[in-house]
């Protein structure tokens, strides 16, 4: 069998909103993600960890965010679209590992919703995901609440 490995990274800023969308959930909180797309950070991570561990690039490449057509964009579209790549070059997810970092909200109570959203896309069983939260210790923008992280480790094995 053929493992490998992706690291993708996502960070935005946060600005005034309703809510923020995180692995598809949308989550009451005062803010909400800056972005072109919906900014669903933790769907472009995993999306960036699974190309890069495809060795084919990243989803600027695909959905460029200067491209009007992706205006508002649900970012469960770029996950597919991934999936679909790796269903293209015979591969299907071992494991996920998920890191937000951020200040608030707290996630606990939708991190099972989380894994659901993105299993169902990916096809794989949600005990293959882990999704955790930490804080920056009110450290640099993320510790203001100016902004949020995710980092997503994937590992991809060949069928």
Partial sequence: MNYRIGIGIDIHQLIPGPSIKLAGVDIPFNKKV??????DIIYHSLSDGILCALSKGDIGMYFPDNDPSNKDLDSSK???YVYSLMNKYNYSVNNIDITL???????????DQMCENISS????????INIKA????????????????????VS????
Avoid at 34 to 39: E, N
Avoid at 101 to 111: A, R, T
Avoid at 121 to 128: A, F, G, P
Wanted: hydrophobic share 35%; proline share 2%; glycine share 10%.
């Fill in 78 to 80: 770029i996950l597919l």
């Fill in 134 to 153: 930490t804080t920056s210790e009110l450290i640099g923008f993320v510790g203001r609440g100016e902004g949020v992280s995710c980092h997503s480790i």
């Fill in 121 to 128: 896309i990916l096809k794989c069983s949600k005990d293959v």
């Fill in 101 to 111: 970092i951020l200040e608030e909200p707290k996630i606990k109570d939708f991190k």
């Fill in 34 to 39: 800056k972005a072109h797309s919906d900014g």
């Fill in 156 to 159: 991809i094995v060949s069928n």
